[in-house]
């Protein structure tokens, strides 16, 4: 049996019962370690489940994942994802993969960031498609996720911006001459994500005029960073004030609101500094 298990947001006893109880009986235990991270090492986790712990990083999951599966038709694997296994992040490739060698699979869910913001008082029925903002390059600027959020806020809808990572990422130089030398990881904060928006805004004024549901510098924004870990820190503020705050260590994402409902415009006034 392939176990898909969600760690949840905050620390290692986040776990549901029902997961711990099923990792402590895997015969191998793998934690997807690329599109989020934990607030504690992965030998706490060790010490918690009594269990060997394996990092498996993209290159695993997405070309060797039958390494995982080894086994799993007679044994109990278990995968273990920070936040939800499915939310945001999906792995249904890896369920198909399983499906076709004939590999059941149950799932454990847990909190993940799409249901945690509405710690911010913004109703989660009001959000619209969630976008994911990239790292620019010097050379490689996309802004398509500018469009999504206006297209939110024309229908008033809210916006969940979650912010890149990149996790075992090798220079351009090393890529080309085939070195596996890895840069150090780097998350995305609210800071650099208002800061793109911003140039991003600049650009679009020259070219649209500015229209009332177009984001402007004093535009307002939620920050958001550590969501469901004891240093959770919430901003309210304006897009300008985004670009120059500092919300300390990762993780961090960004929402931009639509039409405020009174309750939700009275929620996001105790994040205000
Ligand atoms: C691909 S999603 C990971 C989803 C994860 N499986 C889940 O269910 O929450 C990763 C992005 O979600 C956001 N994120 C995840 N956990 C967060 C947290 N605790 N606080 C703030 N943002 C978070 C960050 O923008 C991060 O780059």
Same mark, same amino acid.
Do not use: C
């Given at each position: 049996m392939l176990y898909f298990i969600g760690l949840g947001?905050?620390?290692a006893k986040d776990i549901t019962v029902r997961g711990l109880e099923i990792v402590k009986q895997c015969d191998r235990v793998y934690l997807e370690h690329y599109t989020s991270i934990l607030t504690c090492g992965k030998e706490e986790l060790e010490i918690l489940y009594g269990r060997e712990v394996i990092l498996a990083d993209r #290159?695993?999951? $997405?070309? !060797? %994942?039958? &390494? *995982?599966? $080894?086994? %799993?038709k007679e044994s109990d694997i278990a995968f273990l994802v920070v936040g #939800?296994? =499915?939310g945001a992040t999906t792995h249904t490739d890896l369920v198909l993969r399983a499906r076709e060698q004939g590999i059941p699979h149950r799932v454990v869910h847990n909190a993940s960031i799409m249901n945690a913001i509405g710690c911010t008082g913004l109703q989660l029925y009001n959000f619209g498609e969630t976008v994911s903002i990239p790292f620019w390059t010097e050379n490689w600027k996309p802004d398509s =996720?500018?469009?999504k959020i206006m297209k939110n806020r024309d229908s008033g809808q809210h916006t969940l911006c979650l +912010? #890149? *990572?990149?996790?075992? $990422?090798?220079s351009e130089e090393n890529l080309i001459k085939g070195r596996k030398i890895f840069e150090p990881p780097r998350f995305m904060s609210t800071q650099q994500a208002a800061q793109q928006l911003l140039e991003i805004v600049v650009n679009k004024e020259q070219e649209r005029g500015t229209g009332s549901v177009h984001l402007k510098p004093d535009s307002k924004v939620v920050c958001v960073a550590r969501v469901g870990t004891e240093t959770q820190k919430l901003l309210t503020c304006s +897009? +300008? &004030?985004a670009s120059? &705050?500092? +919300?300390? /260590? /990762?993780?961090? !994402?960004?929402? *931009?609101p639509g039409v405020l409902h009174d309750l939700e415009a009275d929620a996001l006034e105790m994040w205000k500094s």
């Open positions: 947001l905050g620390d #290159d695993m999951v $997405e070309q !060797s %994942a039958d &390494t *995982i599966l $080894e086994g %799993a #939800d296994p =499915f =996720f500018y469009d +912010l #890149d *990572i990149k996790v075992k $990422e090798q +897009l +300008l &004030t120059q &705050t500092d +919300l300390g /260590p /990762p993780l961090h !994402s960004l929402v *931009i």
